[in-house]
């Protein structure tokens, strides 16, 4: 049955392909994903920590594979929970809300604050990389390219990485 919200040119369910916003160049982007992405998860951080515990079992099973003490870079990690899923695995988190970066430096975990579009680390750092429900945050498709381009150039086999994408209609 379809959404039937007050909130209908928000909802994914009632708006599908058509978005209210147009994006003509990087700087509409940039200023769209700051406003509707970033200033949100600063303001839900705790809200959003409390609510995302349970790790998923793909993301779990994919780790299973890996060799002890490789280095996994979970890329838009939020409140960390795979950060400590596998201790036989060494993570590094990464996320572009300093709130939530704060959530996962309380928690012990290694993290640092970037935009996906430009990560800080040198070539084939890692062995692995998750990237787990964070890329349909890109307003665009050239925009959701790049983020995975930029992402792969910082593990040393593309066989090892992860990446779940959500859109409208999408379950978690």
Not at 111 to 133: Q, Y
Request: aromatic share 8%; charged share 20%.
């Amino acid at each position: 049955e379809p959404c039937k919200c007050s909130y209908p040119s928000q909802c994914d369910s009632q708006n599908y392909g058509k978005p209210n916003y147009s994006v003509t160049d990087e700087a509409d982007a940039a200023s769209l994903e700051a406003k509707y992405v970033s200033q949100v998860y600063e303001d839900i951080a705790d809200h959003f920590s409390n609510t995302r515990h349970s790790p998923w079992p793909g993301v779990i099973s994919f780790l299973k594979k890996l060799s002890p003490n490789s280095l996994v870079m979970d890329v838009g990690c939020g409140n960390g929970k795979y950060l400590n899923s596998m201790p036989e695995l060494q993570f590094i988190g990464n996320d572009n809300s300093l709130n939530l970066c704060k959530i996962c430096k309380d928690r012990g975990h290694e993290i640092f604050s970037c935009n996906v579009l430009n990560i800080p680390l040198r070539k084939e750092v890692c062995d692995a990389v998750i990237c787990i429900a964070m890329i349909h945050h890109l307003t665009t498709v050239e925009r959701r390219v790049a983020a995975i381009q930029n992402i792969c150039k910082s593990h040393s086999s593309w066989r090892n990485g992860l990446y779940y994408c959500l859109g409208p209609g999408t379950r978690s």
